[in-house]
């Protein structure tokens, strides 16, 4: 019989129209494949109200408002406020994102854009006590820069891509890192050199669904029990029991959003 754990997936795009064929299929499969609760993580500005329309949903979504940076010409000092308002009005919003930087696709908005939109919606999580999920693409030292402007906001760099020292050093800022299927891949030495050096208590495991899917099912479109994979693999890195980092990384997640769920 295969293994079940209790899983949490701490970023995820369920919104996306990837799902709109069987969302509610694969929902119903993930509850009974271990899946305990899923924090899906806004990107454009339209996703923002289909984010909180899935936490009012489904009992076991939780949701992350925010512009991501690919999209960050499209916040304005009258969207922020509403992203605001969606956030207060709604006990399951328990972070701001996906927030960030993306020097990667040289389409995106320009640096500066992304930088003020990244600048407002810390202020935001300032303002709202609450944490952020950060986004880093080819932009590791603006976004370092950027956390430390803001030392009293904390969250998760998500889908983490840096160095051992560049996560030693938002571990210090009070951020937690995001491992996703990337750890299982063959090429993934730089990613797989971080979860043997930083902290188990520093660490999430996430989907980015319906992105990078973990090998065995690399290619595939992703989907939160996956996880399993993730975490059997960082089990493995780090030479300890799977069930007991599993429970440490539910711990964690809950530790960073200050609800025991």
């Not at 493995?236 to 200050?258: A, V, Y």
Request: glycine share 4%.
């Amino acid at each position: 019989m295969e293994k079940k754990y209790r899983i949490f997936d701490t970023h995820a795009h369920y919104d996306s129209e990837d799902y709109d064929i069987d969302r509610n299929e694969v929902f119903k499969e993930l509850k009974e494949n271990g899946v305990i609760g899923i924090l899906n993580c806004a990107s454009s500005y339209d996703s923002v109200k289909l984010t909180d329309e899935l936490t009012k949903k489904y009992d076991f979504i939780y949701g992350a408002l925010g512009v991501h940076p690919e999209n960050a010409d499209e916040l304005t000092d009258e969207r922020l406020e509403i992203i605001k308002e969606m956030i207060k009005a709604n006990d399951k919003i328990v972070a701001v994102g996906e927030i960030g930087l993306d020097y990667y696709w040289e389409e995106n908005p320009s640096r500066e854009i992304q930088k003020n939109a990244l600048r407002a919606q810390m202020n935001l999580a300032k303002e709202l006590k609450m944490p952020v999920v950060i986004h880093d693409r080819d932009a590791h030292k603006d976004t370092l820069d950027i956390l430390k402007e803001f030392p009293e906001v904390n969250g998760v760099v998500h889908c983490f891509s840096g160095s051992v020292e560049f996560a030693k050093e938002c571990i210090k800022l009070g951020y937690y890192i995001g491992f996703t299927g990337v750890v299982t891949f063959k090429n993934s030495r730089k990613i797989v050199e971080v979860a043997k050096e930083i902290p188990v208590d520093r660490m999430l495991v996430e989907t980015d669904a319906p992105f990078m899917a973990p090998v065995p099912n690399r290619g595939k479109r992703n989907r939160s029990d996956y996880i399993k994979e993730i975490i059997e693999k960082i089990a493995e890195i780090r030479s300890i029991n799977p069930d007991e980092l599993n429970i440490q990384l539910n711990t964690n997640f809950f530790n960073l959003i200050k609800k025991d769920i």
